[in-house]
């Protein structure tokens, strides 16, 4: 089983975003009993909160629900126990590596370039399509 995580600022858009897309996307190939898929936040600031409105209608939009989720921030034992870490920008990463040091190096960019939060941005759109792309690829990676 191949155990993903998701990490963004505050676990409310981006990172639950990605998670219930690429489960969405494991389902749809039929491969749902190979992935454990979750996300969490480098930051403590939104911890319990669930998917930031917009962001849920952005996933609605495309028939995706993000029902029961809860911010939290990434632990230790996370990290230990995801085979692969993908945070979304460049500041999730300097959290990353001042959170757990060299042990962060595990942890990647989704894509090649940040994906904007839309927090920010208010583009959950251009969000959406990035997250999307990024799943893909994950998807794509993991054919055997």
């Given at each position: 089983?191949?155990k993903?995580?998701?990490?963004?600022?505050?676990?409310?858009?981006?990172?639950?975003?990605?998670?219930?897309?690429?489960?969405?996307?494991?389902?749809?190939?039929?491969r749902?009993?190979?992935?454990?898929?979750?996300?969490?936040?480098?930051s403590?600031?939104?911890?319990?909160?669930?998917?930031y409105?917009?962001?849920?209608r952005?996933?609605?939009r495309?028939?995706i629900?993000?029902?029961?989720?809860?911010?939290?921030?990434?632990?230790r034992?996370?990290?230990d126990?995801?085979?692969?870490?993908?945070?979304?920008?460049?500041?999730?990463?300097?959290y990353?590596?001042?959170?757990?040091?060299?042990?962060?190096e595990?942890?990647?960019?989704?894509?090649?370039r940040?994906?904007?939060d839309?927090?920010?941005?208010?583009?959950?759109?251009a969000?959406?399509?990035?997250?999307?792309?990024?799943c893909?690829q994950i998807l794509?990676?993991?054919?055997c």
């Open positions: 089983m191949v993903i995580l998701f990490v963004c600022h505050g676990n409310i858009c981006r990172s639950p975003m990605a998670e219930f897309v690429m489960k969405d996307l494991v389902a749809k190939a039929g749902s009993g190979e992935f454990h898929i979750a996300s969490a936040a480098v403590r600031e939104e911890i319990g909160n669930p998917v409105p917009p962001a849920r952005e996933l609605q495309h028939g629900s993000c029902d029961g989720h809860a911010a939290h921030q990434i632990t034992a996370e990290l126990a995801y085979d692969k870490i993908y945070y979304m920008d460049s500041s999730n990463a300097r990353l590596r001042r959170l757990f040091g060299d042990a962060a595990k942890c990647r960019p989704l894509l090649c940040d994906v904007a839309p927090w920010y941005t208010g583009d959950f759109g969000t959406w399509r990035d997250i999307l792309e990024g893909q794509e990676e993991s054919v």
